[in-house]
Structure formats: structure tokens, C-alpha cells
């Protein structure tokens, strides 16, 4: 075939267009990076495998010490009635203090949920009680040559998660895998991509996932086997829950943070937070104990987080700033307005035995000229008390 005849100067629309190199460069250009630090911090803490599609957990407290008031009781009047059910916690010779006027009262008889006490045991000047009123129950003061006393038994509480099944697959014809690509050929390309995919599947099941179990499953496909879905920390966490919706402040944020620092190990928090929390923090101007907003990337639990900030009872708090949660809605208190504390030391990822993270190669029908391939894995996650952990939500743009 006779080629195009071009005359005068030769540029390069006349040179035939297959026979120009592109110019390409190798390195393969992410949007996003693999900000999986969640999974990376729990999967490293982690060493226990679950053999059953069912995970369970016990958690234990110690034995309640606060009771409050049912009633309003007049001064010195020797009764006192306690929120229903709080009976339990309490038996004779009990020392109670009121939490808001001081007085000390001793515990002669409990009726259910009534006590008759001996006021101002202390000779302090006896007070009127407020409905609401809290009590610390001191310690039992026990008389000489006093018989057993009654045995008081708080019961565990079960935790449990199921695990979930995930997969992602990828194929390519027999020719595709075969001809030369930029910045390497498939499908071993692909895989990388894949890897990242799947890891943030497992990311995002940890923060937002639901807690479900089906016996009989009703997929497309047609397949009706058992189906389990993994909970996520947004259906653990219900008892710190901030709506921040109104303002988001520094104070606002001592004064939701501090009960959960009470709980769990507070040098193990961390918080994870969408980019829109994160401005909030930059631009608070505090003092005191919460003066430092340190934006030094260290390496905690084995990731390099973003900045720290500090908070109630002076703790420096590792914060990870989620910047894939910049995509999510901040309207209507969008995922991109939330931010969890996360007990470390109270959350491990938990892969099915023989069942974690598999890369499965060959898995075409046989016959077919094609290549396919997935990484698989069954696994869940375990959070032990709820009340070790918090989050956030609503949190507004940042105003100053």
C-alpha cells in the first residue's frame, strides 16, 4: 500500500500517527491513596482467629457505686426511696454520700427499691433530698461479730458480631493479559488496584458496617445459603453520641470526650475524623490543658497519624483525618461531618479461620479463554464495651 505523499516542511501530523513513541509516563497516578489506617492499626493489634460464622465476647464491670433518688425526702426524715431497681445494688450497714449536699447516711433496711438510713451519721446537720439526687455508695461498715453479709453478683454481658464475606474479582481476556502495557501488564497491574479495594471494603465495614444474620439469603443469583454481615463501630457505639449540629467547640469537645477517656485504656484513643472535623480543630484557639492542636505526623500503633490534639484530663489524642470521608455528604449530618474515638485496646479485626485475605488465582471456567482472579476474605470485628468509644456527627463547617 502506497503511503500518503506529504510536500514541504514534514510535521508531526504528516508522520504516521502508530509510528510516533508516546510519551508515557510509568508511574501510575492514584487519586487516592491507601488510607486504611483503621484496619491496619486493628489487624496488627490482632491475634485471634474466630471458628464460627458467630463471634462472642464477655465484658465485665465492677459493681455499681451511684444510686440516686426517686423522691424528694424532708430533713432528717430516715427514709429514702432509690431509682427503681437500684435496690439491688445496696444491703445494710451501706455508707451513702450525697453527692450534692454531703450528707452521710448508714443503710439500716432495704424493701425493694425503699431504705430506711440513719441520717447524718456524721453529726453534720441533716438535709432535705432532692428528687434526682446522687448517691456514692462509700463502703459497707460492717458491726463487730456481724454474720456474712449478702452476696451481691454483677453478671457479664455478651458481645457478639457475625462475619461477612468479601470479594473482589477481576478478569481479563487471554490476549489482554498477553499484550504490553504502560506501567506493566495485567493482570498483575490490576491486582495491585484490587489490593486497595479490597482493604478499604474492610475499612470502611469497621466504621459503618451493620450487624446482621439470615438464614436463608435472597441474592440475585439465586443462592439461599446463610448470609452474615459484619457490625461496624457506628452500630456498637451508642451510648457517646454527639450531635454537634448546633456548634462545634472546644469545650463542646472536652465535655463529650471526657466520660469516654474514663473508660478503657485513655493512651490506647484514637480519633478518626473527617476532613471537615479536622478544620474545626486547626482553627480553635484553646488554652490550659487544651492549648496544643500538634499537626506532627508520628507513628502510633504502626501508622503515621496526622496531628494530635488534647482534651479532658490533659491526654494527647492521635488524630487520623479520614480524607476519603471529604467525598461523603456533609448535609442532613453526612458521614462527612463524623469523627470516632476508637479504644484501640478494646477492638480487634477477627478473620474466620483459614478464611483471611486470599489472593485466588485460575478462577475462570474451565475452557474459557480468559484470566480471573479475587481477593477473598470472612472475617468481622470485635468491639468490647460500647462505652469505651464515641462519636461525633453534624459537626459544621469551620466559622473562625
Known amino acids: 500500500m502506497a503511503g500518503t505523499i506529504a510536500t514541504g516542511v514534514v510535521g508531526t501530523e504528516e508522520v504516521l500517527p502508530d509510528e510516533r513513541v508516546v510519551d508515557m509516563d510509568e508511574k501510575m497516578r492514584k487519586l487516592t491513596t491507601d488510607d486504611a489506617q483503621f484496619t491496619t492499626m486493628s489487624d496488627r493489634a490482632s491475634n485471634r482467629t474466630a471458628v464460627r460464622e458467630k463471634v462472642n465476647w464477655l465484658e465485665e464491670e465492677d459493681f455499681p ?21 437500684q435496690g439491688k445494688l445496696l444491703q445494710p450497714n451501706d455508707v451513702l454520700r450525697n453527692m450534692r449536699t454531703g450528707q452521710a447516711d448508714r443503710v439500716i433496711t432495704v424493701s425493694t427499691d425503699t431504705l430506711t438510713v440513719a441520717n447524718a451519721i456524721n453529726g453534720a446537720a441533716t438535709a432535705a433530698v432532692n428528687s434526682g439526687d446522687a448517691y456514692l455508695v462509700v463502703a459497707d461498715a460492717q458491726p463487730q461479730g456481724s454474720d456474712f453479709p449478702t452476696m451481691r453478683y454483677l453478671a457479664r454481658v455478651l458481645g457478639y458480631n457475625y462475619t461477612q ?9 487471554g490476549t489482554q493479559t498477553a499484550i504490553e502495557l504502560y506501567g506493566g501488564r495485567e493482570p498483575a497491574k490490576e491486582a495491585v488496584r484490587k489490593a486497595r479495594e479490597h482493604k478499604r471494603k474492610w475499612e470502611a465495614i469497621g466504621f459503618f458496617g451493620a450487624r446482621s444474620f439470615v438464614a436463608s439469603s435472597t441474592g440475585a443469583s439465586g443462592n439461599t445459603e446463610p448470609q452474615g454481615t459484619a457490625g461496624g463501630a457506628i452500630e456498637f457505639i451508642q451510648t457517646y453520641r454527639g450531635d454537634m449540629s448546633a456548634g462545634f467547640t472546644g469545650v463542646k469537645f472536652d465535655n463529650w470526650i471526657q466520660p469516654i477517656l474514663a473508660n478503657g485504656n485513655p493512651n490506647a484513643k484514637v480519633l478518626f475524623a473527617a476532613p ?25 500503633f504502626g501508622v503515621q497519624v496526622d496531628a494530635f490534639i488534647s482534651g479532658a484530663y490533659g491526654y494527647k489524642i492521635p488524630v487520623v483525618v479520614k480524607k476519603e470521608w471529604g467525598a461523603f455528604p456533609t448535609t442532613g449530618n453526612g458521614y462527612g461531618t463524623y469523627a470516632f474515638l476508637l479504644d484501640m485496646d478494646y477492638i480487634q479485626q477477627i478473620p474466620l479461620r483459614d478464611r483471611d485475605t486470599k489472593l485466588l488465582t485460575e478462577q475462570q471456567p474451565k475452557g474459557k479463554d480468559t484470566y480471573a482472579a479475587e481477593y477473598m476474605r470472612e472475617a468481622t470485628w470485635e468491639f468490647a464495651h460500647e462505652r469505651a468509644h464515641g462519636l461525633i456527627y453534624g459537626v459544621p463547617v469551620a466559622t473562625t
Request: charge should be positive; glycine fraction near 10%; aromatic fraction near 10%.
Open 276 to 300: 471537615q472535623v479536622a478544620a474545626n480543630f486547626s482553627s480553635w484557639v484553646r488554652a490550659g490543658m487544651g492549648l496544643q492542636w500538634q499537626p506532627t505526623p508520628e507513628n502510633v
Open 65 to 85: 457505686r451511684i444510686v440516686s433518688a426517686a423522691g424528694a425526702q424532708t430533713a432528717g426524715s430516715g427514709a429514702l426511696v432509690v431509682t427503681a431497681g
Open 165 to 173: 464475606i468479601t470479594r473482589t474479582p477481576w478478569t481479563f481476556t
